[in-house]
Each structure stands twice: as structure tokens, then as C-alpha cells.
């Protein structure tokens, strides 16, 4: 009997079985492995098919064979990513509010596919995450490839940069006009994709969403900028809050000792914290002063005080004045 084309991809067949039906909790006999090859216009025979797992084994797969009463048979023991490994990035993609559902739902696709049949099974679930956003826009991902490749390039980029309407619609800003920045990193900061460019025309780093950026290009001109180029995005992102600029200080804190782990979370270890009296603790942290940064200190509640610069605190005392007038001028 001729054998048929598949016969010359047989190993590749096995292994495609093993890989989508066989796990720790789900074996797959000898027999059953024959009637699947089969049903792909594959011959096979029981002593073939231990020749086929061996030379499987012998070139790095971690497929072993389980023996017992009630079941008996092989399974692909190890694989690229573990079930939890896999399960942590698909509540990452669902949760996430830069990938937008027709993206997620490609992205948890492939991750499937990682898993047996079985196991992903346990991946298709929807994470619940209560009031999420999803951006809208689907040709972030080609903005962010275009970015990197810029940056790698060492070239400046243009685009057109969108904000919302009262209509709930997007519309280019400034009548259209094309921005042409020098790129310098990616930075994910509150749920958001955010560029940090350097601006020319302003002589200052600008950030902006990526999900708003549109007709992203790559431009001949080398980037600008150069005393940004090794700026660290974690250190970067940490001073900078909301991504919102502002001239960067060095601030001292006296806040009360219970805050300690919010300012840990927000400035990591290596922040330079004391204690004082009181039940007090002296924080000294780098950050852009702006009006989101006034607002995360203002959310931390009562016992926060801005112990220097006093430029800085005055700053922040006139910002309150201004909040608490434009709630007395508020009407129904």
C-alpha cells in the first residue's frame, strides 16, 4: 500500500496531538494516537510509534507515559508557558484598558493555544473588572511598532494627535496639524500607553497617549534632544505623576507613619525615609510639580505636609485656595 504525503510528517503530527490533547490529568493511549494519525491519512503501528516517542524524547521533549489501572498512555509534561503562567497573562490582556476587546480576544486566542484543549478551557473566561475602558483605537499596535522602530533608527516620527468632543467623537487637534517629535521611550503609566518625545519647537519633553496618536511615520530627520537619550522610563515615570509635566524638585514629605507603604509602591526602596516625632516619617522624593501631583498628595488625607522647598508648598497651598473657590462658584 503507497504511503501518503502526510507519512514524511508524521513525528510533526504526534507531537501537534500531544501538545493539543494530552496534559498531566489527560493522557492519550497508543491506540488512540494511531486512530488520530489515521484520521490525518497516516499509517502507524503500535512498535512505530514507541521509535516515534523515543526519538521525541531524545530530542528535548518532556513527554512521559503514565501506567495504571485505569488509564495508561503518554502526555507532553512541560511546555513553553505553565497553566498559571498562562492564566496571569490573559487576566493581564482582559484587564488591560490599552488593548481593545477584538485585540483582546486575539491575543487570548493565541495564548489558547499554548494549553491543551483542556486547559484552555480554564482560559476562556472573562475577567470582571468593574467600569473598564477599553481604547477604541485599533491601530495602536502599528503606532507602537512604528515608535520603536524610530527609536532604534534614531529618527524623528509625525503624527496627528486626537482629543475628544463634546459629540464623544475624535477629532485631530490644532485643525490637523502634524506633530514631529523626537521619540525617547514608551512609558505605561496608570493603565495608559504614553510616548515621551522630545519637542524642538517647546525645547522640552511632551507626553502623549498612544491610543490618540494617528498616521504614525517614520521621518528621515535624526532625532533631537540628545541630553534626554538616557533617560531611565522607570525613574522617569516614577516623578512624573499622571504623566503630566512640570519643573522636577526635590521634595521633603513629614506624612504620618501609616503612608509609608503608599510612598514605597510609588517610589520603590531605595527612597530615603526617617522617622521623626510624632509618629511621623521625613520622605525625600524627586517629582514634577504640577496639579496631579497636588492632587496625589491631597488624596493621602490629613498629615501631610510639604516640608521643603517652600516655593513648593506655597505653590501648593495657593492650588487648594483655587479648588476650594471654583467649588463655591459651582451651581446645580
Not at 197 to 209: G, S
Request: with cysteine; charged share 30%.
Amino acid at each position: 500500500m503507497p504511503k501518503s504525503e502526510n507519512q514524511k510528517q508524521k513525528l510533526l503530527y504526534i507531537i501537534k496531538i500531544l501538545q493539543e490533547y494530552t496534559d498531566e490529568d489527560h493522557v492519550i493511549s497508543t491506540k488512540e494516537l494511531i486512530e488520530k494519525l489515521r484520521a490525518n491519512d497516516i499509517s502507524a503501528e503500535r512498535k512505530s510509534i514507541y521509535a516515534d516517542i523515543q526519538c521525541l524524547q531524545d530530542f528535548g521533549f518532556d513527554i512521559m507515559q503514565k501506567k495504571g489501572k485505569t488509564e495508561n498512555g503518554y502526555y507532553l509534561a512541560s511546555r513553553e508557558f505553565e497553566l498559571a503562567e498562562l492564566k496571569l497573562l490573559v487576566d493581564a490582556v482582559q484587564s488591560s484598558r490599552f488593548v481593545t476587546e477584538k485585540k483582546s480576544r486575539e491575543l487570548i486566542h493565541k495564548l489558547e493555544k499554548q494549553a491543551s484543549t483542556y486547559q484552555a478551557r480554564q482560559l476562556h473566561r472573562q475577567v470582571k473588572v468593574l467600569g473598564r475602558v477599553k481604547t477604541e483605537n485599533e491601530k495602536i499596535y502599528y503606532s507602537v511598532d512604528t515608535i520603536y522602530t524610530a527609536i532604534d533608527a534614531d529618527r524623528q516620527i509625525s503624527f496627528s494627535y486626537l482629543e475628544w468632543t463634546t459629540t464623544k467623537t475624535l477629532k485631530p487637534r490644532r485643525n490637523g496639524k502634524t506633530y514631529v517629535v523626537s521619540p525617547l521611550a514608551l512609558i505605561w503609566d496608570d493603565e495608559n500607553y504614553y510616548l515621551a518625545a522630545y519637542d524642538a519647537e517647546a525645547d522640552c519633553i511632551k507626553h502623549y497617549r498612544v491610543d490618540k496618536m494617528k498616521n504614525t511615520k517614520v521621518e528621515e530627520k535624526k532625532r533631537e534632544g540628545q541630553d534626554f537619550f538616557n533617560m531611565d522610563p522607570a525613574e522617569y515615570s516614577k516623578s512624573t505623576f499622571g504623566m503630566f509635566g512640570g519643573d522636577e524638585e526635590q521634595i521633603t514629605l513629614l506624612l504620618p507613619k501609616k503612608l509609608i507603604g503608599v510612598i514605597m509602591d510609588r517610589f520603590g526602596r531605595e527612597t530615603d525615609v526617617r522617622v521623626v516625632e510624632n509618629d511621623k516619617i521625613r520622605v525625600h522624593i524627586r517629582a514634577a510639580v504640577s496639579g496631579q501631583f497636588f492632587g496625589w498628595l491631597t488624596g493621602l488625607g490629613e498629615g501631610v505636609q510639604i516640608a521643603s522647598p517652600t516655593e513648593v508648598r506655597e505653590h501648593y497651598k495657593q492650588w487648594l485656595k483655587d479648588m476650594l473657590a471654583a467649588q463655591d462658584g459651582a451651581e446645580e
